[in-house]
């Protein structure tokens, strides 16, 4: 989460962890470093990359192409 996040977001955050409490493991909260929008975003974009490849690794798995985000780019490119 980032202090820079606007309010009303930060309450659609909070209900949704609300309604998906016991359907899922808990929500962990990450408050992103930096001092302007795009420092923040550039971290969250290699944590989520980070977390992305050691979890498809834990469990087994190429995290290398994921055959639906190839087929949205070649679908995109024709655009």
Do not use: C, W
Request: aromatic share 4%; hydrophobic share 45%.
């Amino acid at each position: 989460m980032s202090p820079l996040e606007h309010p009303h977001v930060l309450a659609r955050f909070e209900v949704t962890d609300r309604l998906l409490s016991g359907i899922r493991p808990a929500a962990v909260r990450i408050d992103l470093l930096g001092d302007s929008l795009l420092h923040q975003l550039l971290r969250a974009h290699v944590l989520a990359d980070y977390a992305s490849i050691y979890t498809g690794i834990l469990n087994g798995v190429d995290p290398g192409p994921v055959p639906l985000v190839t087929k949205l780019k070649e679908e995109l490119g024709k655009l």
